[in-house]
Structure formats: C-alpha cells, structure tokens
C-alpha cells in the first residue's frame, strides 16, 4: 500500500508518452558522460524505438533526439567520428520513413533544409577544430621534443660547468703547490748567491761578480714568474682574496714612480708624474692597485728607450659614478695590431719585445687585477708612437657578499691557506 | 746566546744559518715544530726565525704554544711565511709572532729587524 502511495506521489498522473519524452532527454545527455559508446547505442536505440513507432509524431521525437546526440556529439568527436554518425542518423532516417510512409518527402524532418545546414556547419566546425588540434598537438609535441633536447644540453652544459670548475680548481691547487716547491729552492739559491757576493774574497773579481749579479737577476725573474702564474692561476679559478682598506692615492702612484725609477734609469727614460687635485683618497685593494701600476710602468720602462713616461691621475665623477684615471703614457717602441690583440693572453708577447726581460704574464695579470677590482684596462698604441694604457678604477670598491667572505675568510679563517 | 732558525728545508736552512754566522749571529737549527719546542726547552733562545709551514707541528702552532707558557713568551719570534700576503702579517701576529718577513727574505731588513728585536730584549731586561 504504502509501495503504491509512494510510487503515486513521485509519479504523478501523467501519459507515458510524456514519460518516454523525458526519458529520452535523459537519455540524449548520455553521450556527454558515456562518450562514444555510449552515444552509438543510444543513436541504436533511437532507430530502433523510430521503427517500432508507427505514430509519424514519435518519429519526429526520435529522430529530433538523434539530432540533439549528434550534435552534442560534436563537441567531443573527431569530424570523421561525426561523419559517420550523421550518415549513419540520415540513412537510418531514410530507411525508417521510406519502411513506414513509402516516401522520404512527406515528413517534416528531411524538408526542412535548415537542420542540414546546421550539421553542415557543425561538421565544418568540427573539421576546422580537428584540423587545428591536430596542428596544436603537433606542436605541442614539437615543443615537448625541444624542451626535453634543451633539458639535456643543460643538464650537459651543467655537467661540463662543474667538470671544468672543478678543473680550475684542481690547476690552481696544483699551481699553489708547484709554486711553493719552485719558490723554495728557488729562496735557497737567491739567498746563496747573495751570500756569495757578500764575500769579499770575491769582490776583488769583477768577472765573477758580474756573473754572480747576473746569476741573481736570472732567479729573481724565474720567481717573479712563478709569482705571475699562481696569481693568474688564482684569479681564473675565481678565488679573490680582496684586502680593502683606505688608502691615499698620490702618496701610493709616487711611491711606485720611486720604486721603477732605477728600471727607468736603466734605459735612459724620463719619468714624470702628474696628480689630479680632486684625487684624494680611495678605497680599493691597495696591494692589487700597487701591482697594476707596478706592471703598467714596469712595461713602459721595459720598451723605451731615451724616451718619455708620463704617468697621470686624475678623478672624474660624473653623475652616476666616482671613477680615478690612471694612464701610463710612454714613447716608445709602441705595438702593431696583432700586438695589442694578443696582448691579454698569457705568453704572447709581442716578437720584437722577446729580447727585453719579462714573464709574458705581466699584461694578462693586470688586466685581471683591473677587473678583479671593477674597473677597465685599455690601451691604444702605434708602432714606433708609443703606448698609452688607461686604467679606470671605482674609487670606492665596493664587494658583493661572496668576495667580502672570501676576503674574510682569506684574513683570519684558514691561515693554511693563500699562497704557501 | 744563540737565535733559534727553525726551517724544514734543508738548503734555506743552511743558507740563512750561514749568513746569520757570518753577520755574528750564534745560530742553532731545528727541521720541525716538534724539535723547535725542544730546542728552546734545552737552549733557551733570545730569538726566533719561525718558517710557519713546517712538519708535525706547524709555525702557527710552535707560535702559539711558546706565547702560552711563561718561561718563553718573552722570547721575541719572527715569522717567515712563504709568499707576501697581507693577511699574512695579521696571522702571524695573531698568533703571538713580533714580527713578520716573507720569503725570499730581504736578507738586511731581516738582520735590521733581529737587531731590533734583541736590543728591545735587552732593554726590557
């Protein structure tokens, strides 16, 4: 009783072709969640429930039905699939009016010209879709090759990275340490000779003393060399050990002008030296700037001869920046372009500069000492018109965290490391 | 009274121990930290010549360990270090050396500085 009751509420009055309506609209959403299977049984049925009809209005609701599936379909369905479907829908159409009327034109559906036209543009759409979902694989595919192939060129790239850092590594370590061992007898044999002109037996032999200071001038070049090498070899493996402090820049540049004057002397050459008065103070690594200015004017006093070296300083400032100038002028042999293209790279010395005394490191060192302190190196010259270098330097050097830590680290942590 | 050179290897040894003799200076040797530390227990030096990289017990620590006990912490040290570095200097007077001498040595800025330190020496006592 209650069964009924309940079956009566949930059920109210109503025809069953009413029911059947309603039943194939839920149906007709089928495709939507069965997909393709789904939506062929249900064009199946659809024919089926068409052909046990004999009432012209339930092919109207069976066949609309079919339409609606087809439709829908085509939001989901490749063009072929919808193809098919339609020719399947028309044919079954066709072969259900032609059964139960004995003619196609009397029904409704197939003379109404607009409904073909509409799944005329819906398979048109559906093909333009296809055609463009095709191409977007396509790429997408082509895409996922090159980022996969990018992927792996990294991955190499970052594998040689580390390989070729650590190979940096690994030939400054060995550096540090051919170094030492070169530097150590290398101290015993200096020291010996110094011992030995220091003899007084000896002096009254000028022969001997000449080839004693020449014997000494040989091992101080050697360990100057060896000096030039660790230092590159230290800089190209990134290892900065920057000591800044603050520091006045006329009393350093004249200091150093002392200092080569004799190696000026020596080939008859001039020095003279020009201040800026706005120069003042900086504040970089005072050893690394004496260097570069050492090399710089050391190279000039090497290749002129009765000539000219100008060194001057001078600070300029503008709006975005606080720069001080130095530039080292001579006149002397000057460099052709092969020359000064080659100039930077280690032991490529120029051909005509092979008589004068130097390790061919000197030039490649101080540009890195330049850039290792954020500033510029260039150099202009002309064979026989002499060589003018400028060197432009931050006058407040300032570190990024990693060179400040390292500097520290260098001053106070690992006292076994630096140059041993 | 003698000034300790304290050098593992053998030729700076000998080189510096022969020019110190020869400017007047009674110089006894040792090859390591280890045999350093003795030698001054047994000859109690007026000075040091500290090469700071040595075998067994480094320069650092001989420094170190002789600035720490009273008996010789008055003993005046020079550090010899192997290349200039201007942490160098800091290091090595951190950990107690009076003085500081990269090498190759500047052999007459080395006997300046031993003069110096011994006249202070003997000025103090």
Known sequence: MSQEDTVQRSLPAQNWTDMLKRWAFHLGSLPLIGGVGGADVLLLLFAVAAWLHDDPEFFDIWLHMAFATVALGAFFWSARALLWRVLFWITASAVILFAKTGTLWDHALLERPFLLLVLLVILLFSRIRDHHVAVL??????????????????????????????????????????????????????????????DLDLQDNPEVVEILRKMDETGRHILRLVDNLLDLARI?????????????VGREVRGIVETVR??????????????????????????????????LLSNAAKFTHQGQILVSVYRDSPPDGDWLIFEVRDTGAGMTEEELRTLFEPFKRGRRSRSVQGTGLGMPLTKRLVEQLGGTLEVSSQPGHGTTFVVRLPRQLRLDEETATAGEEENSAHPARGRQ | ?????????????????????????????????????????????????????????????????????????????????????????????????????????????????????????EGIS
């Open chain 1, 236 to 248: 190209d493996a990134g290892e900065f050990d920057l000591q800044v402090s603050t520091f006045d």
């Open chain 2, 1 to 121: 009274m003698p000034i300790l050179l304290v050098e593992d290897n053998e030729f700076n040894r000998d080189m510096l121990s022969r020019r110190l003799s020869r400017r007047g200076f009674d110089v006894v040797v040792a090859t390591d930290g280890e045999e350093a530390l003795a030698v001054v227990r047994s000859t109690s030096p007026d000075l040091i010549l500290l090469d700071m990289s040595l075998p067994k017990v480094d320069g650092w620590e001989v420094a170190r360990t002789l600035k720490k006990d009273p008996q010789t912490a008055h003993v005046p040290i020079i550090a010899l270090t192997a290349h200039a570095m201007i942490g160098d200097r800091e290091k090595a007077l951190a950990a107690g050396c009076d003085e500081y001498e990269s090498k190759p040595v500047n052999f007459e800025r080395l006997v300046q500085k031993i003069r110096r330190l011994l006249q202070r020496d």
């Open chain 1, 262 to 295: 004799p190696l000026v002397a020596r080939n008859k050459n001039d020095i003279s030296l020009r201040v800026g008065s706005a120069v003042g103070e900086m504040r970089s690594d005072r050893t690394k700037v004496r260097q570069i200015l050492y090399n």
């Open chain 1, 137 to 198: 694989s396509e790429r997408t595919q082509e895409l996922e090759r090159r980022v996969s192939e990018l992927i792996a060129v990294s991955n190499q790239l970052e594998a040689s990275r580390a390989k070729l850092q650590e190979m940096a590594q690994n030939r400054a370590d060995f550096l540090a340490q051919f170094s030492h061992e070169l530097r150590t007898p290398l101290s015993a044999m200096i020291g010996y000779l110094e011992y030995l002109r220091e």
